[in-house]
């Protein structure tokens, strides 16, 4: 026995000895002598591959039916810790997920537990092109200036590989306009925004002038008077320079002039000329560095890949601020009215919008929407200070679709708005008949359950979400509540995800199995009741009764961060019964974690 043993465990040794040669000598072995591995020991070499490695087989993987998910998986969990839900179920979306966490990292130099790990093989050129294939965003970090500038230098064609991929841009930091260190920033901006298929743009700062540089041109005709002269008086000022260089060394192109007639045809310089023309100084002797997209590009793109077309603009889609005060509303409130390719806009402020700054914000919104050129249909509006604003949001975008606010009611309100019983839910379906998406948060919706109810009975939404609404506060009778509830649900025939996250259901979610039961079930596909304080014993309850009334489709039932701990065994069982018909999405639980969880649901 002990000899089998023996030999078993210095099998293992020896295998993982020869995986690991495999690993190191990747490059010299080649695709094809891996490849040709029985699968049995393939499946076992996979987690002893790096990141590129792995990437560079899957396709050939792929066609002999083997799947590296579990793989792309597997270090997800390495980087998040086991007890964290990997919510993704193809073997492109895992990787995709992969690539999105580490190229930032790897880019602009920073560094976790795994990177740390893997530093050699992740530091390689290699892997950054590999990334560049994979992920959608990119985030701009303008006081990293080393990496952005090895964009225009030796990383160039990296730029040129993101510009095929990039789908949405973020700008985390705020750009100074008047500083030269910023310009590499700028131009990897308009290449991603005007050059590359970019149409989603995410700002995290507040800074007008930014904002308005990064709208100038790309969908709305609003133009701003301060950038216009920011941008004229330093154009102005670089072809002049521009000129004087030409005396002294001959152009990249020759072919293009620098006269007022030819518009943004102006020369690009050769680049030992950069730093001779990439700013100038105004009388005072502060910086005046470049702005003008058009300008930078012909500062910075290497020659060979320079045309004698003017830049492209870009046309922003969708849009994203998640730091957004008074200053950048009012840009806002003159780029809207002819921001006509905008689908998506979403609006976070960190403290509650100004009744002021909404009802400025829906007069701009009604402005598009007069439009039959306006394109909007998802709106989200974070954080306002009562409900009736909603109901004038609604008014001024009758073409929106998706709709997604949170509300913190406040003390006094202006009398300018007087306030009435009627909830802004019951003029929803008459406001916005189209509408597919709603989400509600933070709103206290028990006071309103009529309303609710008749919402539900005449729309045609897909998607509900209706987190910490306090459903059942101040409910005699929760049980029946939660029931009325499921009925008008259930009348919902296009609905298919469900959320009543953080709305202290506890031992009343067993209700919510109605959903399911009848000659006429319930169609949601995905429902999240998320820290709602399930107990094990209640979940195993509405377990047995799932049972009885199983859902027609696969059910995605989110049970995360409810106290699964409490009774382990119990809590397993009822995830047992769940599985056969349920993705489930649950998440390892602290019991020091409940009252903290409690608290939060209080």
């Known amino acids: ?148 500038q090895s964009l225009t ?147 910075f793109t290497p020659c060979d890949d320079l045309t004698a077309e003017p830049c492209p603009w870009g046309q922003i889609t969708c849009l994203k601020i998640t730091q957004c005060g008074p200053d950048c509303l009012e840009v806002l409130y003159s780029a809207l009215p002819t921001f006509f390719c905008l689908h998506s806009l979403s609006l976070h402020s960190t403290l509650t919008f100004r009744y002021s700054d909404v009802l400025g914000l829906a007069g701009a919104l009604k402005q598009l929407s007069d439009s039959s050129c306006s394109s909007l249909t998802d709106l989200c509006v974070s954080i306002l200070p009562n409900t009736n604003l909603l109901e004038i949001l609604l008014d001024a975008s009758p073409t929106v679709t998706s709709l997604h ?37 933070d709103m206290k919706l028990c006071d309103c359950l009529p309303d609710v109810l008749n919402l539900l009975g005449d729309c045609k939404l897909k998607e509900l979400h209706l987190n910490d609404c306090r459903l059942l506060e101040k409910c005699t009778d929760k049980e029946e509540t939660l029931q009325q509830l499921v009925g008008a649900l259930k009348t919902v025939a296009s609905l298919h995800t469900l959320s009543l996250a953080q709305n202290r259901l506890a031992k009343h979610v067993c209700a919510l199995a109605e959903l399911f039961s009848g000659s006429s079930p319930s169609s949601v596909k995905r429902l999240d009741i998320s820290s709602n304080f399930i107990q094990p014993a209640e979940l195993l309850e509405f377990a047995k009764r799932l049972e009885t009334h199983r859902p027609p489709h696969q059910l995605t039932l989110d049970l995360r961060k409810n106290p699964g701990d409490r009774d382990p065994d119990t809590w397993n069982t009822a995830l047992k019964r769940l599985r056969p018909f349920s993705v489930l999405l649950v998440e390892g639980w602290k019991s020091t974690d409940t009252m903290v969880d409690h608290i939060s649901n209080m």
């Open 1 to 148: 026995m002990l000899d089998t043993e023996h030999r078993d465990l210095t099998n293992i040794r020896l295998k993982e000895l020869c995986f690991g040669a495999v690993r190191k000598h990747f490059a010299a072995l080649g695709t094809e002598a891996v490849l040709d591995l029985p699968t049995p020991l393939m499946k076992e070499l996979l987690p002893h591959l790096t990141i590129c490695q792995l990437d560079e087989l899957q396709p050939v993987l792929n066609q002999k039916g083997i799947s590296t998910h579990s793989e792309w998986v597997r270090v997800l969990q390495d980087m998040y810790g086991p007890n964290h839900v990997i919510d993704l179920h193809s073997e492109e979306e895992a990787k995709h997920e992969v690539m999105r966490i580490l190229f930032p990292l790897v880019f602009y130099g920073f560094t976790n537990s795994y990177v740390k790990r893997n530093i050699r093989h992740l530091s390689s050129p290699t892997f950054l092109w590999a990334a560049a294939k994979c992920i959608q965003h990119f985030l701009l970090v303008t006081s990293l200036h080393k990496p952005l």
């Open 153 to 299: 230098a030796e990383h160039w064609p990296l730029l040129n590989l993101l510009e095929k991929h990039i789908k949405s841009v973020g700008v985390s930091q705020p750009i100074d306009l008047s500083k030269r260190t910023t310009q590499r920033g700028l131009y990897v901006l308009h290449r991603l925004l005007d050059h590359g298929v970019a149409t989603k743009l995410v700002v995290h700062v507040q800074c007008p002038i930014v904002l308005a540089w990064l709208l100038h041109q790309r969908g709305s005709q609003y133009v701003n008077l301060e950038l216009k002269t920011l941008m004229h008086c330093r154009k102005a000022s670089w072809v002049s320079r521009a000129t004087t260089v030409r005396t002294d060394g001959a152009s990249c192109s020759p072919g293009l002039e620098t006269e007022d007639d030819q518009g943004d045809q102006v020369i690009p310089c050769k680049s030992s000329k950069l730093d001779s023309v990439s700013v100038v100084e105004d009388e005072s002797g502060k910086e005046n560095s470049i702005v003008d997209p058009q300008v930078l590009c012909r500062t």
């Open 405 to 441: 606010v949170e509300i913190h009611t406040v003390m006094f309100e202006p009398c300018f708005l007087p306030l009435h019983p009627r909830t802004a839910e019951s003029d929803m379906p008459v406001s916005n008949p189209c509408l597919k998406t709603l989400n509600l948060e």
